[in-house]
């Protein structure tokens, strides 16, 4: 298809396990977002790249957190020694250009038991 | 801090009829507005957007009103389909592209 590609779907990882979880954007998509949507919430920002650049990180919520985009296009957002409160929806979405609506992937369930 | 406040976790409405959602913003900043509509074990969809230099946008059955004064916007939909039961999220963003998103309100449509 067409769409943003995550995967994996669903995660289960044990407290202290480091997880990987990855973005196909969209072809030609310069710009990629990852959101974390809690239960009952709103999407909530991560961090922002334009190609590779990684211009915007403020919403990472420690240091435990990592994403990359070494090639401008598949993602990667990495969260180490993980923790029952990263247990949420992990979204990614990709747009064209500044001001493009943002395409969203399906998300990664991620529960942290 | 909610900036962008989605005050009506849910709301029913009967199918042909006017379904009106509504959001609330805090940041003069945001000059931009969207809303997306959300299925269970989806991602969000892009609706429909307007530019804080209008008041209205209309888009088929959707149409989205801006009110600067009161920092308000509201989305509505009419006629009301059963294909429109969904969570919707409306949110913001200023120059720098981030989207801070409301917390959404789920509409399901009465057959």
């Known amino acids: 298809g067409a769409g943003v590609s995550q995967s994996p779907r669903y995660k289960v990882a044990k407290r202290g396990q480091d997880v990987a979880l990855r973005c196909d954007p969209i072809s030609g998509h310069v710009s990629l977002f990852w959101y974390q949507q809690a239960l009952g919430q709103g999407p909530e920002f991560l961090t922002y790249?334009?190609?590779?650049?990684?211009?915007?990180k403020s919403g990472l919520p420690s240091d435990r957190f990592f994403a990359e985009r070494p090639e401008g296009s598949v993602s990667t957002l990495k969260i180490q020694r993980t923790q029952q409160e990263d247990s949420a929806v992990y979204l990614c979405?990709?747009?064209?250009?500044?001001?493009?609506?943002?395409?969203f992937g399906n998300g990664t369930r991620l529960t942290v038991t | 801090d909610q900036q962008v406040k989605q005050n009506s976790p849910s709301l029913s409405v009967q199918e042909g009829r006017i379904s009106i959602l509504n959001c609330d913003y805090t940041?003069?900043?945001?000059?931009?507005f969207l809303w997306y509509k959300k299925y269970p074990a989806e991602g969000p969809t892009f609706l429909i957007s307007?530019?804080?230099?209008?008041d209205k946008n209309e888009d088929g059955r959707f149409t989205v009103f801006l009110n600067k004064s009161a920092k308000h916007l509201s989305l509505h939909i009419v006629p009301s389909q059963p294909g429109d039961s969904a969570v919707y999220f409306c949110a913001a963003n200023f120059g720098n592209e981030k989207l801070t998103f409301g917390t959404g309100t789920r509409l399901t449509i009465i057959p």
């Open positions: 979405a990709s747009s064209l250009s500044a001001y493009s609506p943002l395409h």
């Open positions: 307007i530019s804080s230099i209008k």
């Open positions: 790249f334009q190609n590779e650049a990684q211009l915007d």
């Open positions: 940041n003069s900043m945001f000059d931009y």
